[in-house]
């Protein structure tokens, strides 16, 4: 499957952003989806994840009640809407694909969105 990152941008705190992941490829119901961060200087780190019919997700604590991760199975694309934006969440966003499992194992990285949040 490849994935292709879009939506990244410059905000003030407090603003918002929705980043868009599109895949194509194998059948996008075979895949959990993830989203994942890297901050400069830092490792990159879980931010979301949503299981292949988007009835279950999952989120770091730090994004918890802030960010939203959806999909549309129909446009083999998920989303992230982040809301109440900190500069703390500046950050290169990656969407990435796991086979469906109960230990999911991201395989498939897309290009990554840079995300600037500013004080």
């Known amino acids: 499957v490849q994935l292709q990152a879009s939506g990244g941008g410059l905000v003030q705190a407090g603003g918002s952003l929705r980043l868009s992941c599109a895949a194509s490829g194998r059948t996008f119901t075979s895949y959990t989806m993830g989203w994942f961060r890297q901050a400069p200087g830092k490792d990159r780190e879980f931010v979301a994840q949503?299981?292949?019919?988007?009835?279950?997700?999952r989120y770091a604590d730090s994004v918890k009640g802030r960010f939203t991760i959806s999909r549309d199975n129909a446009k083999n694309t998920v989303y992230l809407q982040m809301n109440s934006l900190k500069p703390e969440d500046t950050a290169v966003y990656y969407c990435?694909?796991?086979?469906?499992?109960?230990?999911?194992?991201?395989?498939?990285w897309g290009q990554g969105t840079q995300v600037t949040v500013s004080s």
């Open positions: 990435a694909a796991a086979y469906n499992s109960r230990s999911p194992k991201y395989d498939y």
């Open positions: 949503i299981n292949w019919s988007g009835d279950y997700t």
